[in-house]
């Protein structure tokens, strides 16, 4: 979001119109982007807003691909070989952007969840994986240890923090002891988060802007104390990488199941 439209954003959710107006202006970004490229596993533009902030098809591949690259190497350099035998879940799929580029680069087996139906019948129509409807709080329709890895992209960013607190939980209950998670978070060292420094340096947790949970408008900032405090005591922090040096442009948390 650019710096002008973030400034009417705050304004609009001071008064209480952030979210109908934000959802009229995702409607708008869809119905003004242009056609993209000839791409059988491209999103409409109306799911590519909902799940990146962006209609740009251009923008929306090369954020999926790049996120794509990151979490694979991350996950390797910590010592998931990602092979047939381990098994993967995105949390919040959303349309793909990251998925479609999950399975060029691993062979563990693969599956996705998100909270909005549509986004997840995309994925089951076009994407190779197992796709299923979660809700905004927990359980996740998995069982204890399944997976070897988690991971997901601008999920915790749109957390109030007391669901970002249960959701850290379970997805340590699916996540096998020694596995990992890959988080992004919006942190401190971002231009937005000004405003919320004695906040984050008091707290490690801050709300920049309110909006429906799970929703694109609602910001939610975090310290990487902040995130390893709310996701103990079944994860530890072993690394934390600020926004500002991946490739995202969000923080990653990378978590080791204890």
Request: with cysteine; charged share 20%.
């Amino acid at each position: 979001m650019s710096p002008v439209l973030r400034t009417m954003a705050d304004l609009l959710d001071r008064i209480g119109l952030g979210e109908p107006v934000f959802r009229v202006f995702q409607r708008l970004q869809a119905a003004t982007a242009g056609a993209g490229p000839a791409d059988p596993l491209l999103p409409p533009p109306y799911l590519r807003v909902l799940t990146a902030g962006v209609a740009d098809a251009d923008i929306f591949l090369s954020q999926g691909r790049a996120a794509a690259a990151e979490f694979l190497s991350l996950a390797r350099a910590h010592g998931l070989a990602l092979t047939a035998n381990q098994t993967v879940l995105e949390f919040g799929c959303g349309c793909g952007r990251v998925a479609r580029w999950w399975a060029e680069g691993s062979a563990a087996r693969f599956h996705g969840c998100d909270i909005n139906p549509r986004l997840v019948a995309w994925c089951e129509a076009k994407l190779a994986g197992q796709f299923r409807r979660t809700r905004l709080e927990p359980p996740l329709p998995y069982g204890d240890a399944q997976f070897d890895l988690v991971y997901a992209l601008s999920v915790f960013t749109h957390m109030h923090e007391e669901n970002a607190r249960a959701w850290l939980a379970e997805l340590a209950r699916v996540v096998r002891p020694g596995g990992l998670a890959l988080l992004t978070y919006l942190d401190e060292a971002l231009p937005a988060a000004g405003s919320l420094q004695p906040k984050l340096s008091e707290t490690g947790h801050a709300i920049r802007r309110e909006g429906a949970e799970g929703g694109n408008l609602l910001s939610s900032y975090f310290t990487a104390q902040g995130f390893a405090e709310r996701a103990a005591p079944a994860w530890t922090l072993v690394d934390a990488i600020p926004s500002n040096r991946t490739a995202n442009g969000q923080a990653i948390a990378v978590l080791r199941r204890a």
